[in-house]
């Protein structure tokens, strides 16, 4: 694991709020903490690891170990990427290791104000979140933030007003995240509703961003189609996932399957990848059973390419 460029690690499936479009709740219900044994034994081996480990699956927050991670991160100048909602930053302002330069915090938004989300989730304050970044920025101007935005029709129209904000708090990068494009909800809960994807008020909402993001030099990343996925075209690129209980995934698209345990068996993710790069039978029988398709039966996208 230690020659891919990024890992992902799982501190909590823990959340603070309750979103309409997510499935965690149902898998993990109030959700776990990782154990401090998987935690010490990954910070044990990854302590110079030279490329990114992303921090996600719950609200990291909200995670007991946050602190204890970030402060090992920053001493050892680990690069971070943690995912958060931001709704609890303000409990953290005073501690400038959350804003070291090893780490940058990926702040999803699915809404620009709170009508956009009242009905989307419970719990949330999206007034109190940019109030937080605009805080945090104003205290530690080089801290490092993107903006993840996921496009419901609620939220369609704030999607200026998103890019704006970015470049008023000085944020460089904004991400429009598709989860089954446009909807960005369950299809339990869409099921009556059709992909407007190529609906002329969506194509010129998006077409209206790239030009003032790029007006304002923000980089942006609207992901509208999918691409041909060759992952073992560079192995480096792979990622491997190692959940709270130590459990270590091969890939995202196998999320279901351990291949092993961080506790017993570290190089379990390596001698995985090797298995799989003796043959294209070995790896085609393993990719048949990807969780993750180009697109459902309804013409949701899954795996979205990048439009830059």
């Avoid at 044990?44 to 007991?64: A, T």
């Avoid at 501690?95 to 989307?120: A, R």
Wanted: hydrophobic residues 35%; glycine residues 6%; charged residues 25%.
């Amino acid at each position: 694991m230690k020659n891919t460029n990024s890992i992902f690690l799982s501190l909590t499936t823990k959340c603070n709020i309750r979103c309409g479009k997510c499935w965690r709740f149902d898998v993990f219900g109030n959700g776990k903490d990782i154990s401090n044994k998987v935690l010490n034994k990954f910070m044990e081996l990854f302590s110079d690891y030279k490329g990114k480990v992303i921090i996600g699956s719950g609200e990291n927050l909200v995670s007991k170990s946050i602190e204890e991670y970030i402060n090992w991160s920053v001493k050892n100048q680990i690069k971070t990427t943690i995912l958060t909602n931001g709704l609890i930053f303000d409990k953290f302002i005073d501690k400038p290791n959350f804003f070291d330069k090893s780490i940058t915090w990926g702040l999803t938004m699915d809404g620009f104000i709170n009508d956009e989300i009242k009905k989307l989730q419970i719990g949330m304050d999206v007034e109190r979140v940019k109030q937080n970044i605009i805080t945090i920025k104003n205290k530690y101007p080089t801290a490092s933030f993107y903006l993840n935005i996921t496009h419901t029709k609620n939220n369609l129209d704030s999607t200026l007003d998103f890019i704006n904000f970015a470049h008023k708090i000085n944020i460089d990068q904004v991400y429009i995240t598709q989860l089954k494009l446009f909807e960005g909800l369950d299809d339990s809960i869409t099921k009556d509703q059709v992909n407007d994807i190529e609906s002329s008020r969506f194509l010129k909402v998006m077409n209206d961003a790239e030009i003032l993001a790029k007006q304002l030099n923000i980089k942006f990343f609207a992901p509208l189609k999918s691409q041909q996925r060759d992952c073992f075209n560079n192995i480096t690129t792979l990622s491997p996932i190692i959940h709270g209980n130590g459990n270590i995934i091969f890939c995202y698209g196998r999320d279901g399957k351990a291949i092993g345990n961080i506790l017993t068996d570290e190089e379990a993710w390596r001698k995985h990848l090797n298995y799989l790069l003796q043959s294209d039978i070995k790896r085609e029988e393993w990719c048949s059973k990807c969780d993750i398709t180009e697109c459902s039966d309804r013409g949701y996208y899954y795996i979205p390419g990048q439009k830059k």
